[in-house]
């Protein structure tokens, strides 16, 4: 294969994933959701996708529609599911993200077990892979810094904080007035928006959707990259998304130099479900780690003690 | 179209025999370690293989798979708990973090096993008479499910009510400061639990695939059920578990009655089982607890 273009695949793969797992900090790492469906509204916006794109709606719509369509749907869910215990919200959104892999798979209208083609958004005449790939990047990338501008607005906004008081402590945070499920509702539907995008940007990059896409290890390898890279760290989870693309390739090639005496899809998942276990128990912060909130008043209360350190010392 | 209903009714009776066996470990541990293990559809996963190879591998049988898939499983249960949920427990980490790492257990687990057996379907290749009664077809294997679940149910009634240990595990189970207060050895207790729970997994690994295949997703396949009968038993309630496994059992094979009727796919089946978890985790999140003194 043209190693040019493997690179601009990957490129593009870090893109998309990277914007889930922007999407998934935003509701694990500020507002502390455990969405174990992730999945779920990743599918959404790819079959809004593929299903409009079907009947000739441009490309742009498409997408804008499976953020929508996916939003709905995180709000649907949110409703009762936010009341919930974070180990009920998790099974309860594992359970619909199956449900509705199980939808797709068994009607017709979704395509079944053959699942859709689907057109690219934009194609060129005469363009190469090569180009083809390029003006993806461009798409994607577009999106992600869409996505990554409102999410590292919101976490350093007053909204943001309150949405990380509930994630620390809801009691006390419902006690000032705000709202523990209008916050963690209004997270997932962001975060569910885009999820669609992402899932709309899949589907035509890849030109299907197929069930068998929307398995719930892509949920799990969203969580990994989060938790590998820094949840409530937007420049982490990006970090986090391109460590385990890199990763995922890299076991892939290496199968073709070395002889490996197991399966190298089996030693990656067995690899990342080791390096999670270890993140876990000694760095649970991620590679960055949360960064400091800043604010005027943060900043005076920091130099008025530095004040009174300096006096005592002198 | 006419329904064979007693046939119905015995599918119902098999289904719940294999979530009860399935669910019991489930319950027990997420009552006790106070999180949801989903590493379990792994330990039932790694229970069929371990079953396999005893049986046909090594071709000792149908008995001693059970034993022996059930001793090695309960200790890599231990180990799993010892190596890594306590540690994780230790240093404070949240609930997500628990289930984050147990999805990530089960990772390492699964494809563990893909590595060592492939990913090939395994059949055991044990012969079960086959019989008629009246309306109703049975297997040897059948009956050997809802026979063992019975007698789980009975032996797992008078362990937790007669013997010490049983009485321990209601204890922590209940309020563990309480239990170690009163000179209960908590640790020894989530241990032996954790050990009971994945041997009984190993069971129902082995059940399922000498009831269809096996493969490294054998669990993964039938935990959301099993997590629906966890649930709307009550977590930690063995008692509400039994109900609740036949509850869904008939709902799954009157469904599928209910499915063909309306003319939808009967692929649908497992996901009814996922409907009843989310309506009861949306309703009635502490299941039938209420209806059982809890146990």
């Not at chain 2, 090695?72 to 994780?88: A, D, K």
Request: glycine share 10%; with cysteine; charged share 10%.
């Amino acid at each position: 294969m043209d190693p040019l273009l493997y690179v601009l695949d990957l490129i593009v793969f870090i893109g998309i994933f990277g914007i889930v797992a922007l999407s998934l900090n935003l509701e694990f790492g500020f507002a502390g959701l455990a969405n174990f469906g992730k999945v779920a509204f990743f599918l959404i916006g790819a079959y809004t996708y593929a299903l409009l794109s079907q009947i000739g709606v441009p490309f742009y719509l498409c997408l804008v529609a499976g953020g929508l369509v996916s939003a709905i749907f995180g709000l649907l869910v949110s409703l009762p599911a936010l009341r919930l215990r974070a180990d009920y919200l998790a099974i309860a959104v594992l359970a619909f993200g199956e449900i509705l892999r199980l939808i797709v798979k068994s009607e017709e209208f979704a395509g079944g077990d053959w699942g859709i083609t689907v057109s690219p958004a934009i194609s060129l005449v005469g363009a190469s892979h090569r180009v083809d790939a390029l003006v993806n990047i461009g798409l994607v990338y577009f999106c992600l810094l869409i996505c990554f501008i409102v999410v590292q607005l919101l976490a350093n906004s007053p909204y943001g904080r309150a949405m990380r008081a509930i994630r620390e402590d809801e009691v006390a945070a419902e006690a000032l007035g705000k709202s523990e499920v209008k916050y963690k509702a209004q997270a997932l539907m962001l975060g569910s928006a885009m999820a669609g995008v992402a899932g709309g940007l899949y589907a035509q990059y890849l030109q299907y959707v197929l069930p068998g896409m929307f398995m719930p290890m892509v949920t799990f390898t969203v969580w990994i990259m989060v938790l590998l890279g820094g949840p409530a760290n937007n420049w982490g989870v990006l970090l986090g998304a391109a460590l385990v693309q890199i990763f995922n390739r890299g076991t892939n090639i290496l199968k073709d130099y070395f002889i490996l005496p197991i399966n190298p899809t089996d030693l990656q998942y067995i690899l990342f479900g080791a390096l999670i276990i270890l993140v876990l128990l000694y760095r649970p912060q991620g590679l960055l780690k949360e960064s400091r909130i800043k604010t005027k008043a943060m900043e005076g209360v920091r130099r008025a003690r530095n004040a009174v350190k300096n006096k005592g010392s002198q | 179209m006419t329904v064979n209903w007693a046939q119905v009714l015995f599918n119902s009776t098999i289904t719940g025999s294999l979530y009860l066996i399935g669910a019991v470990g489930l319950t027990l541990t997420y009552g006790l370690s106070r999180f949801p293990n989903f590493a379990h559809a792994e330990f039932i996963t790694l229970g069929a293989y371990i079953g396999y190879s005893v049986a046909e591998q090594a071709g000792l049988g149908f008995p001693l798979a059970l034993v022996v898939s059930f001793l090695v499983t309960g200790i890599v249960g231990i180990l799993c708990y010892r190596g890594i949920f306590q540690p994780l427990a230790k240093r404070g980490a949240t609930i997500i973090h628990l289930m984050v790492a147990s999805i990530a257990l089960g990772f390492i687990l699964r494809y563990s096993i893909g590595a060592t057996w492939t990913w090939k379907p395994l059949y055991f290749t044990t012969t079960w008479s086959a019989f008629n009664i009246g309306p109703l077809r049975i297997t040897g294997l059948w009956v050997w499910l809802i026979l063992t679940a019975i007698a789980l149910a009975i032996l797992m009634h008078f362990i937790l009510v007669k013997t010490k240990i049983g009485k321990a595990i209601r204890a922590t189970s209940s309020n563990p400061e309480l239990a170690l207060a009163s000179g209960i050895n908590v640790d020894r207790v989530i241990l032996i639990t954790w050990f009971i729970g994945a041997g009984l997994a190993a069971f129902a690994g082995i059940f399922r695939g000498a009831d269809t295949q096996i493969w490294p997703l054998t669990g993964w396949d039938i935990i959301l059920p099993i997590f629906a009968v966890t649930i709307l038993g009550g977590i930690g309630n063995f008692y509400g578990a039994i109900v609740a496994a036949f509850i869904i059992g008939l709902a799954e094979n009157v469904g599928v009655v209910g499915l063909i009727a309306l003319g939808l796919s009967t692929s649908y089946r497992i996901g009814i089982a996922f409907l009843i978890l989310i309506i009861t985790l949306i309703v009635r999140p502490e299941g039938l607890a209420m209806l059982f003194r809890r146990a």
